[in-house]
């Protein structure tokens, strides 16, 4: 089992920047062997993933955050992270770090316009 601890959420306006972190432990964890991936969930709508990082290191986005959303990983502290530029009151949710199948308990952004 992994535990995730997720930080760095908070207000911001609408177009500014946010950087979310993602603390990963466990007893056997290492960051770089598992695929790695940020999720959100705004009220009322289904979790909805928004980008992901393998152990090659590529990551993947949906055209809904590319270009303004980038992943990243430090293997040495098994920490991930999330750079969130342009955001928009769209992008408000709870933002939850996973490794499957665990799940962080989530940080939240919101947007105002």
């Known amino acids: 089992q992994v535990q995730l601890v997720e930080s760095g959420g908070g207000l911001v306006q609408a177009g500014g920047s946010l950087t979310l972190a993602c603390a990963a432990s466990g007893r056997t964890f290492i960051a770089s062997a598992y695929a790695m991936r940020w999720f959100r969930q705004a009220p009322g709508k289904e979790r909805e993933w928004v980008a992901q990082?393998?152990?090659?290191?590529?990551?993947y986005y949906p055209d809904s955050v590319k270009g303004r959303f980038t992943i990243s990983r430090d293997n040495a502290n098994n920490r991930l992270f999330l750079q969130m530029n342009s955001l928009q009151p769209e992008d408000t949710a709870v933002y939850y770090c996973?490794?499957?199948?665990?799940w962080g308990l989530g940080t939240q952004v919101t947007v105002s316009s």
């Open positions: 990082m393998l152990p090659s290191g590529s990551t």
């Open positions: 996973n490794v499957a199948p665990d």
